[in-house]
């Protein structure tokens, strides 16, 4: 199945690399939505349709909604990806991008978003080679 939406995240963020997790354990429907990192070479072929390739682009998170194509950005994209989760996130998602709370949402986000390599460290690299014996990577 191919994926309904494309999340472009930052993978060399603590907090953004977490968040992936936390969404990919609680997806409806994991195989819909598509991670991707947005330092990777194949992030400007999602972008550059949008006009989102301005060196500030990376410093938001953004949401492709595939079949309506349409992008969403910073704090309307975590209300778009926690709407794809089982309840109670998909509520709170839903509840996020309420037009009555973009005056809290969207300066929340923008605070969290300027510090969040502060928050937590980049998750450590999977290993490439497994190092136990009868291990199959």
């Given at each position: 199945?191919?994926?309904?939406?494309?999340?472009?995240?930052?993978?060399?963020?603590?907090?953004?690399?977490?968040?992936?997790?936390?969404?990919?354990t609680?997806?409806?429907?994991?195989?819909?939505?598509r991670?991707?990192?947005v330092h990777?070479?194949?992030?400007?072929?999602?972008?550059?349709p949008?006009?989102?390739?301005?060196?500030?682009?990376?410093?938001?998170?953004?949401?492709?909604?595939?079949?309506?194509?349409?992008?969403?950005?910073?704090?309307?994209?975590?209300?778009?990806?926690?709407e794809q989760?089982?309840?109670?996130w998909?509520?709170?998602?839903?509840?996020?991008?309420?037009?009555?709370?973009?005056?809290?949402?969207?300066?929340?986000?923008?605070?969290?978003?300027?510090?969040?390599?502060?928050?937590?460290?980049?998750?450590?690299?999977?290993?490439?080679?497994?190092?136990?014996r009868?291990?199959?990577?």
């Amino acid at each position: 199945m191919n994926a309904l939406f494309i999340v472009l995240y930052d993978a060399t963020c603590g907090l953004c690399q977490r968040s992936q997790l936390f969404l990919q354990t609680w997806l409806k429907h994991p195989k819909r939505v598509r991670f991707v990192d947005v330092h990777s070479q194949e992030a400007p072929a999602y972008l550059e349709p949008f006009g989102l390739l301005s060196d500030d682009t990376k410093d938001r998170m953004h949401v492709i909604d595939v079949e309506k194509n349409t992008v969403f950005q910073a704090e309307e994209a975590v209300g778009v990806c926690l709407e794809q989760c089982i309840a109670p996130w998909s509520w709170i998602g839903h509840f996020l991008r309420l037009p009555l709370l973009k005056g809290l949402t969207r300066p929340t986000y923008a605070w969290v978003a300027e510090r969040r390599h502060r928050f937590l460290p980049p998750l450590p690299e999977k290993p490439t080679v497994c190092t136990l014996r009868n291990c199959k990577p």
